[in-house]
Each structure stands twice: as C-alpha cells, then as structure tokens.
C-alpha cells in the first residue's frame, strides 16, 4: 500500500482545521492520534500489551473508562452526546488514518436501514453534510464508497479507478448484510450474500475484507453490537482497529451493562452547557392543579398546551428566519404514547372538530411500534421525512423511538402516561436536541427543547436536579393566563419598508392584507394607522414596473452609482427603465402596453419616493492587509471575592460521568497532576485564543496567583487539590475573563472597500402573540419588563417602516425624540444584517437605531447608565464609531453626502425636553486616533 503519509500532528492539526471540528470532535481525534502511536494497530500486534497501554492512559479519567477492548481486537468507544455530531467523528477518523499512512480501507457498520442510508448520504460529496468537506487529501481523489448494493461489482477489490491511484476505500453496511440475507430467496441456513462466493475474487467479499491487512471498523451507534450474533460477525471481519460511537456506551436489553472501553465520554450536561445542542425545558400550565382532573381531562389539557407551545415555537422559527435571511424550519410536536390503541384513539382526537375546530386534520402522522416496542425501518424512514415536509405538525409515536431518527425540527413533546425518569432519558429527549441552524441562534423558542408534562412537572425538576440523572437542570416554562406562552393563537408579522408599504397600497387596501385571519389586530399592521403617500400610476402594469424596480434593478444599480441621490438622475432613470423592461420581457411581464415616456415617468416618480424614504447606508468590506497576532500582557488577578470550598468525596462521585462505583478523589486513582497549577492550566488551553507554547509562563503565574489564594484560607494541600478538582473549569472560565480584559493585538492594516452607495431597507418580522400584541408607541406598557413583546405603531412619515420593537422603554422614549425633532428626516430601528459592522472579536453588531438629519446622519446606541462602561458595550462603541469614521472618509466626503457620526446615549439622559442636537452635544464618540490610522481606504 502506497499512501500519501503525513506527520501526525499535521494531520490532526490540518483536520480539525478543514472539518472546523467541535470541542469534543478535537479531543476524540486528539485520542485516536495517542492510541495509535501507543499500540500501533495491526494484523500481528500483541492485543494484551495494546489493552494495557490504553488502560495505563485511561483506564480512570473523569470523560473515560478503559478496562477491556471486549473484542477479540482493539476496539475503542468514543461516547458522545447525540446532536454533537458523530458522523462527522467518523469521516476524521477516516480522514487522519488514511493521511498517517496507517489505513486504506474501512468498513463503516450501521445498526438499521435508516442509519445506513444517512451514512450513505453524507459520504456523499454531493451532500451538504458531506463528512469530508475542505480535506485536501480527499479533494482530488474522493474515497470510494462500496455500499451493499454495488460491492458485487467488485469495485471495492480493483480499488478507486482504473488508473491504480490509491484512494481510500470505504464499505458502509447495515448489520444485518453480514447477518443474514434478507432476499425473499434466502433459506434457513444459507450464509449472508456477502459471505457467498464471488467468482471473479475466488473467495467471498467478506472473506477479501477480513484478509486485509489494514481494515479499520467504525460502528456506529456501537451498543447495538453487542449481542452475541452482532459480536461474531464482527469479528470475523479481523480488523486491525474498531473504533465504537456512541451516545448511550451500555450494551441493550434487560441485562444491560456499561462498556468498559470508553476512552472518552462528553456527555448532554456538557453539550448543553457549551451550546452544540438544544437546551430541554419543561412546560406545564400556569396556576394548574393537575390533580383537580381525571387522566383523559389531563391528556386533553396536555395536548392543547403542546399545540400552543407548538404554534409558539412555528412563529418564531419564521420570525427568525424572516428576520436573518435563513431558511424557514418546519416544527412538530411529538406526541408519545403507550400503545397502539391509545395511540389511535389520541389521533382520533387531534384530528377531530373538537379539537381547534379540526384545524390539525390531516396534518398528523401516527407511526406504530411493532410488538417489541421498535418502529420498522420503513417507518423510521417516514420521520426522516418530516424536516423537509413541512405537512406535519403533529406526529403520535408509540413507546421508545430507535437510533437514526434525531431531527432538527422537533421542539416540543407530549409524553402521555409516562414517569419522570422515561422522559429524563437520552432516548426522549436525544431525539430532538439537534439545533436547527447547527448552532444557538439565541432566540429561546429556537434553542430550546420543551417536554410538556403537567402532571410530572415537579417530579422533572426535582429529578434534573439529581446528579446521576441526564440532566442536572430544566428550564420552566408556562403556558396559559398569566405565564411565559399565550394560550392565544401566535401570529407573525410582517414589517416591509415604508416604501414596500407604499406600492402594496397600490395594488390593494390594508384591510385585505393578511391580517383577515386575525381581525382585531389587523387595523395597526396595516397602513391606516399612518397613510403613506399615495403614487400617481395606478395601473396593474406601472405597479409591476416599479415593483420590478425595487426587488429586480436596484439592487445590481446600487452598485454602480455614486449615491442615493443619483437615482434622480435622467440619465440614471433611462438606464432603470431599459433594465427593467428587458427583465419584464424575459419573464413574459405585463409591459407591453407601457410606452417608453409613461414608463420613464413612473419609475421617476419610484426612484423620487425611493430616495426620500431611504436612509442610504452604504456597504463597506473592511479586509485585514496582513496577519493579526495577538497575545496577555501580565497582570494580577482580582481574587477578592474568590471564596471557593472543597467538594465532598461524594459530590465528585455524583458528578463523574461513568458506571463505575468507586471514588475518583485525590490519590485513589486517575491522572492526577505532579502541580496543583496544571488542573487551572489544563482547562485554560481548552480556550481557542489560548496557544499553550506561546502562554506557557503567563498562564502558569496565574495559576499560582489562585493556588496561593486558595491556600491563604483552606487548611491544607489536600483541600486546595480537592476544591481545584470539583471547580477547575469555573475558576478557568473567570480567570479567561479578566484575561481577555489584558489582551494585546499587532496593529495591522486593513483595506476599506465600497461595495454599493445604498442598501435596500430589508423586511423585518416580529412575532404578534399575546393579547393587545399591538399598541401606539407614545403609550408605554402597564409593567415595562413586558415591553418586548408589543410592536409598536403609529409613528409618522418619518419612520421608515411603520413598526418597531423596542428592547427597552429608554429606546420607546428615544422614538418619540426622533418623531417631534424638527431636525429628523428619517429613522428606523434596523433589523438583522442591515448592517455590517463586526466588533474586534468578530461578532455582529445591530444598531437600535439609525438616523438621518438636515445635515448628517447617525448611529444611535441606547443603554443603561451603569452599562456605559462594560466591556461588550466599549467594544460595539468602537467598531461603530470606526463604521462611521470609514463612511465618512470614504463615501460622503468624496461624493459630498451626509457624514456618518456614532452617538451612545445613557438612559438617564432620555429626558422628556431632550432634543438630537442636545444629545449630539454630549454624547457623540469618536474612534480612537490610533485605529483611525489603521485603515487604508482603496478605490
């Protein structure tokens, strides 16, 4: 075998690059790199020395527990969460073998038809998932994929190609092909198709697999092959490697045990708390006594509550995605119950009048267990489905759901019947913990998982708080009167442009907007609150013109004109119209009857609308012009109100995250660090900013600045070791804090370039649930912490879109300032990427509001007094001021438009007498001289 072998560290380094590998993805490939340099895998190594250099490594850890392979090989079990991403596990396995020169070929086994038929797809290089995206070694000579439909062709014996080019080999197979044959010829007895001979080989495919002398098994969902059939078969495959994931490391059945070859587990405490997954909440209704009802009352109540969380969540799924430009997520809730004939008589109940009017017929699915409790493949196929459907909104499951259906778009569940401890399992809540986006968007609805379950709700909390159990805490959720969810139906919101507003009212009046479905609320969302001009044109055929205009023209105009008032121009009109009309043609469009000159006219009359609702925010691409390098200037720590307390020897064992019944402390065991500073400096390096070679000395004096503080007030060494031991990672947490507070970066250059003279004003959405949702904004709420969630109205013709969201009441008062300023022309609060401004840490930053005067315009940041000076907030303040400086110097000073200044208000300050001018007087902020010289400006 000739491959193209790199060193190691590369290797692993360039992966966990290319493959922008989690936290615990990094660490498990970490693990693999050290196994195999520690025992070498192959044919003729010595499995009893291998088991013992992996138990000396981690044979006790706190995230492992090795004892024994438990195969006639060297296997190993990685035990990651569900939702943290396996599958993509697997392909850096694959990916760092094959690049070390240690394996060409792999057989990847899969326990179901569902889950092989996922692998399938995502090995794929078609897949948006595909598992080894951005891998150089895989870019030009992709592995080839031998599945159980096509390993008869004999691909997987010639290799990649005809060429003999050496690519990596890959079989991905369900369980049951090296079983049993599953063909409708098979006979009792007969072998397994891959096990029968192939003529042109001379022996069998599995035969070929097994004499191979660098065959690595990747299992997925690893518990599954345990049993003694599974286990067999397995073996006689003779690799020289087994690599084992898995979220739930015990073997099945009623004699269940935990695996004794895990060498490194991240459990869903861990995933929750550093954000790869959704976090479980439980809802129940507000000021409900479940024990006043009989049990089919409850499952009523029940259900319905689950449909107001669920049309909640759907709202702000589309809000969200409205809002920033992604892709609308489709919900469901799950509904579990215990058998078939309940399950039936529930669906008969969803889908019936008498529940919300029969609003949910047809949109239930029912899937039924077989007897043992398990759902088909073809069943859990059927589920898959749901993510992209978007027809479901309730699905009615029976008992336990299997591996291989985990999906995005589940945020609520109805366990009927069912105890506290059933619904704290990975195999409820497992099934819906996958984010939606892949990451926290930090909208709740969106990042959360809710279990409605009234008549256990106190059992849950109670039982999340038990150390031992999935989870150490739920979020509470409340629905009804007087809780955190309206009972009422949610609506969204759609806010266009004033400008957008303007030609809807063209085509037709606000009362026939959407509205209908919701009267009471109709009247604010519309426009008769505050009647836009009206345009001239009026015809079918002038409103598409223009409507083309602003969604098919302007944007690829706005590129090529100097600034928003170019629009004006004659010249510009001409070429708008002739743009225009060409899209119109190709599209078979309506202009046919529009002459030039009336077509001129219109999109004049547009362009003069456009410009005067429009505040022109430019689009500016700021580059670095070379490396920026950054690093922690000593300093002391501030430990004053560090008052940390050893953990009892019981506490760790309750926090430990293994089967075994012994305790980990002290000396009994483990890695325990030669220096009581590597505990802090171990987690320290876990940051991404941190380079453990280049902060060696730094990170190790502040280590020792904690470890004497804690000895200055704790008896002895032993409860130093003992406290450094159960708070390590939060100590590492505040320390990294004020760490970040001393950071340093080189002054580098960057390159300022303008994309386009104006953006568009983007839609926003809001989510109207509640009651009385809508109100005039010069009417402040009754409890002003509800304030978010009213949308505001009523505003003039100088707001750009005719409503808002306010975060605060000192952003109401600052709307009312900009309403009766003589001085405003224009304001708006921006939606979502409206703007591009990042801070120095690379985080996006939404202005609450932008403005445009008689003579500039602004930036105009609201906060409470006593926030003036936190770190986020300076930090926003800069890269804003800076965007302004940049629009300033580049933009309007070379075209003559309006400057750009940045202005932080303190709330104290939004005083009823306040006027812009005497904000601007105090409060404008300027960016720092020696950041201002940073940038250069190109053409």
Sequence with gaps: MSLPIVDHKRAETQIYQRLSLRKPQSESLRRLADIVDLIAPSKEADIDRAREAIRAAYGDLDDAYFEDFERDFPSVCFALATGVGKTRLMGAFVSYLFMIGKSRNFFVLAPNLTIYEKLLADFQPSS??????????????????????????????????????????????????????TTSSARKGQLPRIKRLQEYIG???????????DLVLLMDEAHRYRGSAGAKAIAELKPILGLEVTATPKSVGAKSAAFKNVV???????????????EPAVGTRANFDPKLVDEDTLERIKLEDGIHYHEHVKVQLATYAKQNEKPLVHPFMLVVTQDTDHARRVREFVESDSFFEGRYKGRVAEIHSKLTGEESDENAQRLLNIEKSGDTDIVIHVNKLKEGWDVSNLFTIVPLRASASDILTEQTLGRGLRLPYGKRTGVDAVDTLTVIAHDRFNDLIEKAKDADGVIHSLKQVKIGEGGDISAAKPVMVEAPSVIEQMLKQVVRPPEDEVAAEFAPAAKPYGMSDNPAPAFTFQKEEEVALAQTVLTDVLPSIKKQVATIRDLNDEKVVKRIVADAMAIQRSKGGLFSDLTKERAEEVVKEFCAAFVAKTIAIPSLTVTPQDHVSFGFQPFKLDLGSWNYQPLSRELLVQVLRTEKQ????????????????????AKLIDF????????????????????????????????????????????????????????????????????????????QAFDGSGKD??????????????????IFTGFGPRACYAQAK???????????????????????????????IFDSEGHAYQPDFVVETETERLIIETKRRSDMNDADVRRKADAASLWCFIATEHHAKKH?????RYVLVPDDAMLPNATVEGLLSQFVRAPDADLRGRYELSE
């Design 128 to 181: 948006p998932k595909y598992v080894f995206k951005g891998v150089e070694a895989f870019a030009h000579n992709p592995p080839l994929i031998v599945n159980a439909e096509n390993y008869e062709e004999g691909r997987g014996v010639r290799g990649a190609d005809l060429l003999g080019q050496e690519a990596a080999i890959i079989n991905i197979f369900n369980i049951s092909k090296i079983n049993s044959d």
């Design 203 to 213: 022996e069998s495919y599995f035969s070929y697999l097994a004499g191979l002398d």
């Design 264 to 278: 490194y587990r991240y459990d869903l405490p861990e995933a929750m708390k550093d954000g790869y997954i959704k």
């Design 662 to 681: 012994t305790v980990i402390s002290g000396e009994e065991g483990g890695d325990v660090p030669a220096r009581l500073e590597d505990y802090l400096v």
């Design 688 to 763: 991404d900013e941190i380079d453990y070679d280049a902060h060696a000395e730094l990170l190790y004096d502040l280590a020792g600045q904690v470890v004497a503080h804690l000895r200055g007030y704790l008896k002895d060494d032993e409860e130093v070791r003992a406290t450094l031991q159960g708070w390590s990672r939060d100590m590492a947490k505040a320390m990294f804090a004020q760490m970040r507070q001393n950071m340093w970066r080189t002054t580098t250059t960057y390159r300022v370039t303008l994309n386009a003279a104006f953006s568009e004003l983007k839609p």
């Design 773 to 790: 949702a809508v109100r005039n904004f010069r009417e402040p709420p009754e409890r002003l912490g509800e304030i978010k969630r009213f």
């Design 806 to 836: 306010f975060d605060s009441d000192t952003e109401r008062k600052m709307a009312m300032l900009l309403e009766r300023d003589p001085t405003v022309e224009l304001w708006m609060k921006p939606g979502p990427n409206q703007f591009k």
């Design 896 to 900: 003559g438009d309006k400057p750009w």
